[in-house]
C-alpha cells in the first residue's frame, strides 16, 4: 500500500481532526467550508457538507453555507473612502479594484491549479517509482532468498564434501598402510623364493653330479662286465641280457628321475615337497642301483663258480681267482651313494 495519501483520504483525515479540535456543529462546517474552498479549491455545497461532516440536519449546512458566501463577498469587497471622494467615484474605484482581484484571484487559482496538477503528476510519478521500488524490492529479496537457500545449499554440500573427503583420506592412509604391508610381505616371500630356488639349485646340482658319478661308475661297470663276459660267450650271452636289462631299468629310472626333476623345476611354489620326492626317489635309484651291483656281483661269483666247476678249465681258473678282487671294488661304490644320501 502506498505511503502517499490521496485526496480523498487527506481531505478525510483533515476533517476527523477539525471534528476533534470544533467540538461545535456551526463551527465545524464554517471551518469544514474554508477547508474546501481554499485549501483544496471545491465549490462548498450543503450536500456535500453534509456527506462530510454527517452532523444536525440538512438546514445546518445550508446555513452556514449561506454565511460563508455572505461573509466572502463582504470581506471581497473594497471600499475607498476619502473626504473628498465624490460617492459614486468611491463605488466604481472600488468596483474596479473589486475587478482586479477577483482576476488576481482567478489568475492565483489558475496558478495553484497547474500547481496542483503538477504536484499530483509529482505525486502519482512518485506512487509509481514507490510501486516500481516496492516490486524491485521484492524481486530483490526474492532474489536474496534464493540466494540465501543457494548459499545454504552449498554450504551444507561443502560440509558433506568435507565429510567424504575426509573420510575418503582416512581410507586411503588404511590402503596404504595395507598396501605396504602386502608389499613387505611379497617381499619376504620373494626373498624366501630366491632362498628355495637357491637351495634347490643346489640340491638338484649335488643329484645330478650323484648321477652323473653313478651313471660313470655304471658305464666302468659295464666295460668292465664285457671285457669278462667276452671270453665266454655262452655265458656273456646271459649276462649281457641281464646287463641290457638292468641297463634299461638303470635308463628308465633315470629318465623317470629327470622327469620328475622337470617337474619340481615347474612347481617351485612347493620346492621343498618336491625336493623330498626327489630324495625319495633318488634314494630308490640309489637303492636300485646297489641292487644291481649287488646281482652283478652275484653273477660274477656265479660265473666264478660255473668255471671252477669245469674240469677242462684249470688254467683258465687260475686266471679267474683275481676276478673277485674286482668285484670287490664293486661294493665300495656304494658307500659314497650312502655317504651322498645322508649328505642330502
Not at 138 to 163: C, F, H, M, P, Y
Not at 246 to 269: F, M, N, W
Not at 312 to 326: D, E, I, N, Q, Y
Request: hydrophobic share 40%.
Amino acid at each position: 500500500m502506498s505511503d502517499v495519501l490521496s485526496p480523498d483520504a487527506a481531505l478525510a483525515a483533515e476533517i476527523e481532526r477539525l471534528k476533534a479540535a470544533f467540538p461545535k456543529t456551526r463551527e465545524l462546517y464554517r471551518e469544514v467550508c474554508a477547508l474546501l474552498f481554499f485549501r483544496h479549491g471545491i465549490t462548498p455545497t450543503a450536500n456535500r457538507l453534509y456527506q462530510l461532516v454527517k452532523r444536525g440536519s440538512m438546514g445546518t449546512p445550508t446555513a452556514v453555507l449561506g454565511e460563508f458566501w455572505t461573509e466572502l463577498r463582504e470581506k471581497s469587497r473594497v471600499r475607498i473612502e476619502h473626504p473628498d471622494l465624490p460617492a459614486d467615484l468611491g463605488a466604481a474605484a472600488g468596483e474596479l479594484v473589486a475587478t482586479l482581484w477577483s482576476r488576481a484571484t482567478a489568475s492565483a487559482e489558475a496558478a495553484l491549479d497547474a500547481l496542483r496538477a503538477e504536484l499530483e503528476a509529482q505525486r502519482v510519478e512518485a506512487q509509481q517509482s514507490v510501486v516500481a521500488a516496492r516490486d524491485e524490492l521484492g524481486r530483490t529479496e526474492s532474489a536474496l532468498e534464493q540466494r540465501t537457500a543457494a548459499l545454504l545449499a552449498a554450504q551444507v554440500e561443502i560440509r558433506e564434501l568435507d565429510k567424504a573427503q575426509a573420510e575418503g583420506h582416512a581410507q586411503r592412509q588404511a590402503l596404504e598402510a595395507e598396501l605396504a604391508r602386502i608389499k613387505a610381505a611379497l617381499a619376504a616371500r620373494d626373498r624366501e623364493l630366491v632362498e628355495v630356488r637357491e637351495g634347490f639349485s643346489r640340491d638338484l646340482a649335488k643329484q645330478r653330479e650323484a648321477a652323473e658319478r653313478a651313471e660313470d661308475r655304471l658305464r666302468a661297470s659295464e666295460k668292465r662286465a664285457l671285457l669278462e663276459i667276452d671270453r665266454e660267450r655262452n655265458t656273456a650271452t646271459k649276462l649281457q641280457k641281464e646287463l641290457d636289462d638292468a641297463t634299461r631299468r638303470a635308463d628308465r629310472k633315470d629318465a623317470d628321475h629327470r622327469r620328475a626333476s622337470e617337474a619340481v623345476q615347474a612347481q617351485l611354489g612347493d620346492a621343498r615337497h618336491q625336493a623330498g620326492v626327489l630324495q625319495g626317489r633318488l634314494d630308490a635309484v640309489q637303492t636300485e642301483n646297489l641292487r644291481l651291483q649287488a646281482e652283478m656281483m652275484t653273477l660274477r661269483e656265479a660265473e666264478t663258480r660255473a668255471r671252477e666247476a669245469r674240469p677242462s678249465a684249470a688254467s683258465t681258473g687260475v686266471r679267474k681267482t683275481p676276478r673277485p678282487a674286482r668285484s670287490v671294488r664293486a661294493v665300495p661304490t656304494a658307500k659314497p651313494a650312502t655317504r651322498r644320501k645322508k649328505a642330502v
